[in-house]
């Protein structure tokens, strides 16, 4: 697609439930990176894959966290066992490359409320 | 230490005059990039600009431009003949060629611009 697409824009759960987000990166872009932002602060990196690979999930904050992308294009953040301090903006990114000047281009990002 | 230090919360500037907003940042690499990102109120992340560590000259973009002093370890963002729509949120970021983890970006907590008639 002409853009970083990420679903659902808004997700609104419970404590306690699973929920999934999708990123749909720039076709060909093979590096493809998850960031989640909270209210007032900068991105914070989760992990980012090379392919269908996780080169980097270092900032995944615990085991609740996982993300996949088996096909080496569309990623799913996946969160078991939500929690109140999950509540955040979480932004996808994809780029043609991972060095150098390869520029990230961001989706809208997906607002997960937990209550 | 942060990897990216951005003082400024909060700038206000009026209509077409130039803003200087500050980064700072921190990496041992002989070899990274820094980039500034703006993020309107409609949360979407929009690149502005790149530097990287060797480039001898600093990068212009229309009317951003990046003053790059290495030795300070410094990437501030001007925005020369401010316009209404640059109001949004500014945010800094370092992408390290070797430390820091691989070729993630990370960010500065950001500087909310408000540009004023």
């Known amino acids: 697609g002409a853009g970083v697409s990420q679903t659902p824009s808004n997700k609104v759960t419970e404590k306690g439930k699973y929920v999934e987000l999708r990123c749909d990166p720039i076709?060909?872009?093979?590096?493809l990176y998850w960031y989640r932002q909270s209210l007032g602060q900068g991105p914070e990196f989760l992990i980012y894959f090379q392919g269908t690979g996780a080169a980097d999930d270092s900032g995944l904050p615990n085991d609740r966290f996982f993300a996949v992308r088996p096909e080496g294009s569309v990623s799913t953040l996946k969160i078991q066992r939500t929690e109140r301090g999950d509540s955040a903006v979480y932004l996808c990114a994809s780029s043609l490359g991972e060095t150098g000047a390869n520029v990230l281009t961001f989706g809208a990002g997906s607002r997960l409320t937990v209550l | 230490a942060q990897k990216i230090t951005q003082t400024q919360p909060g700038m206000f500037v009026q209509e077409k005059e130039a803003v200087t907003l500050d980064c700072t940042y921190d990496t041992s690499d002989p070899s990274y990039g820094l980039f500034w990102y703006k993020q309107p109120s409609s949360g979407e992340m929009i690149f502005l600009i790149y530097q990287g560590s060797y480039d001898q000259q600093n990068a212009t973009e229309g009317h951003y431009s990046l003053n790059f002093q290495k030795a300070r370890k410094s990437a501030n963002l001007v925005i020369s003949a401010s316009q209404l729509g640059d109001s949004a949120m500014y945010f800094c970021a370092m992408r390290e060629a070797f430390t820091g983890g691989g070729n993630k970006l990370t960010f500065g907590t950001g500087t909310q611009l408000k540009v004023e008639l």
């Open positions: 076709s060909g872009h093979t590096a």
